[in-house]
């Protein structure tokens, strides 16, 4: 028998009845929880963990007025993530169901929010983001095999094919990919940060400039550094016991990935100094160069190889599940909402996001880079709905009678303050991420990037109009 569903007003606390979703029948394929805390930690550490730790620390070095500043902004990103994952963590306990950020929305500001969040995460958040790790996979790997004039648009072509077929092919052999990939990944890092410590320390000391004017500049890029750790959220519909492991896998991957940030970096100024660093165009590969000569140099770009392919199976794995859990309250795009038994994946939404994401890469092909033209291209969207998500939890404590205590094992501490943090951080990500378009080295390349995804996140709005027609299951929103 199908149930009446009630979601509650986020501002007039009036009850809306919205039309009953379709009752999976019994034989449908639907997630399992296959996966432990050990496996999320390290999918997720496989979400953060990429090709910014490898790009990043010189632009951080380069708006640090001090090598303590500088440690300082990478702590501080910690911070801020880890209160975004607490966050993020009673919001998934209240809804541990495959969809993520999609049903926190849907739940707290209704459907067509929800709605909204899930186009734009199928057209331009996530395939961006996936595009963009493989265009830097292309970068790296075209240094050791250059294939011609397009030779990082064709690995990145060649990454997003390859690691979609391996998600299609089911989640066992992804997860076990993840784990051999990730721990490489950690090794390469380890030994990374080991060979500057023990390198030759500059002889002369790095000058004092930048300051606490750039230190907002320096946050811009260590937020973008640690982000992805949101993608857990998608997997709460697979983990055992959710309510109890949710916060578990987030908070032990936010502090890994700290700490492993931090030691990295103090490797990186061990090496160089905070001069050097600014100077540098390739951190890593400098200290390697330090340590092993050209054939550290070499290590490096496979290691970077590594990162990036590894980000890039962890983003397609959690990509899919969003498309997944809207398709299946929208009749318009119900094919998508099917899950492949054999393999336990929603093969058919992986099948699209690596279509959409092709689409991304051709047009990345013709663009002065295509890491940065993703980047812009993503960048206004993805903090636009974080932060809208931050809210929802504002709205769910809202509605809670007094002292209810149903989800006291997984409450924020510290609440109101830890979410505040969080939400300001996302305030200020966003403002940035669109007032690049009036930098004058950033935008004249790339702005056309950030208003075209502007403008596919607004065709959302037809979109929705159309699908709320075409949907019965929608109802009112």
């Known amino acids: 028998m199908e149930r009446d569903e009630r979601v509650t007003g986020p501002t007039t606390g009036e009850e809306t009845v919205i039309a009953p979703r379709a009752q999976a029948p019994a034989?449908?394929?639907?997630?399992?929880?296959?996966?432990?805390v050990a496996d999320g930690v390290f999918l997720m550490i496989g979400m953060i963990v990429g090709v910014g730790i490898f790009k990043a620390p010189?632009?951080?070095?380069?708006?640090?007025?001090?090598?303590?500043?500088?440690?300082?902004?990478?702590?501080?990103?910690?911070?801020?993530?880890?209160?975004?994952?607490?966050?993020y963590a009673e919001l998934a306990a209240r809804h541990p169901d495959t969809g993520g950020e999609y049903r926190f929305l849907e739940r707290g500001l209704g459907r067509a929010v929800a709605f909204l969040f899930a186009w734009s995460r199928m057209t331009v958040i996530q395939t961006g983001a996936i595009v963009a790790v493989a265009f830097v996979f292309g970068d790296y790997a075209s240094t050791l095999a250059p294939l011609g004039k397009h030779s990082a648009a064709i690995y990145a072509a060649i990454g997003v094919v390859a690691f979609t077929a391996l998600n299609v092919a089911g989640t066992l052999p992804t997860k076990n990919l993840q784990r051999w990939m990730e721990t490489v990944l950690i090794a390469g890092l380890l030994a990374l940060a080991a060979a500057g410590l023990m390198a030759e320390a500059p002889r002369e000391p790095a000058p004092a400039a930048g300051g606490s004017g750039a230190f907002g500049l320096a946050m811009i890029?260590?937020?973008?550094?640690?982000?992805?750790?949101?993608?857990?959220?998608?997997?709460?519909?697979?983990?055992?016991?959710?309510?109890?492991?949710?916060?578990?896998?987030?908070?032990?991957?936010?502090?890994?990935?700290?700490?492993l940030y931090l030691l990295v970096n103090l490797g990186y100024l061990a090496a160089l100094g905070l001069g050097g660093m600014r100077e540098s165009k390739a951190v890593a590969a400098d200290v390697m160069k330090l340590v092993a000569g050209e054939a550290g140099?070499?290590?490096?770009?496979?290691?970077?190889?590594?990162?990036?392919?590894?980000?890039?199976?962890?983003?397609?794995?959690?990509?899919?599940?969003?498309?997944?859990?809207?398709?299946?309250?929208?009749?318009?795009?119900?094919?998508?909402?099917?899950?492949?038994?054999?393999?336990?994946?929603?093969?058919?939404?992986?099948?699209?996001?690596?279509?959409?994401?092709?689409?991304?890469?051709?047009?990345?092909?013709?663009?002065?880079?295509?890491?940065?033209?993703?980047?812009?291209?993503?960048?206004p969207v993805f903090w636009t709905f974080f932060l809208?998500?931050?809210?929802?939890?504002?709205?769910?404590?809202a509605r809670e009678s007094r002292g209810d205590l149903a989800y006291a094992e997984t409450r924020v501490p510290l609440y109101p303050l830890v979410p505040l943090v969080f939400v300001g951080a996302c305030l200020y990500m966003l403002w940035s991420s669109v007032d690049y378009v009036r930098n004058p080295d950033?935008?004249?390349?790339?702005?056309?990037?950030?208003?075209?995804?502007?403008?596919?996140?607004?065709?959302?709005?037809?979109?929705?109009?159309?699908?709320?027609?075409?949907?019965?299951?929608?109802?009112?929103?």
């Open 27 to 36: 034989t449908e394929a639907a997630p399992r929880p296959m996966l432990s």
């Open 58 to 87: 010189s632009v951080v070095a380069g708006a640090s007025a001090s090598g303590a500043e500088f440690l300082l902004a990478w702590l501080l990103g910690g911070v801020v993530s880890l209160c975004g994952a607490l966050v």
């Open 221 to 259: 890029f260590v937020l973008l550094t640690y982000g992805g750790w949101n993608e857990a959220a998608y997997l709460a519909g697979e983990v055992r016991e959710p309510r109890r492991n949710m916060r578990k896998v987030l908070v032990i991957g936010i502090v890994a990935v700290t700490l």
């Open 297 to 379: 140099a070499v290590a490096v770009a496979l290691l970077v190889c590594v990162s990036a392919l590894t980000t890039m199976n962890a983003a397609i794995f959690t990509g899919a599940r969003t498309t997944w859990a809207f398709s299946r309250d929208f009749a318009a795009f119900g094919r998508l909402g099917r899950w492949r038994a054999a393999g336990s994946t929603p093969a058919n939404a992986l099948l699209l996001q690596g279509a959409i994401s092709l689409v991304l890469v051709l047009a990345g092909a013709f663009t002065p880079d295509g890491f940065s033209a993703m980047v812009a291209y993503t960048s």
């Open 388 to 397: 809208l998500t931050g809210l929802t939890l504002f709205v769910f404590r």
């Open 442 to 477: 950033y935008g004249p390349k790339f702005g056309a990037m950030v208003l075209a995804g502007l403008a596919v996140m607004a065709a959302g709005v037809a979109v929705y109009a159309v699908a709320r027609r075409a949907s019965p299951r929608a109802g009112a929103a």
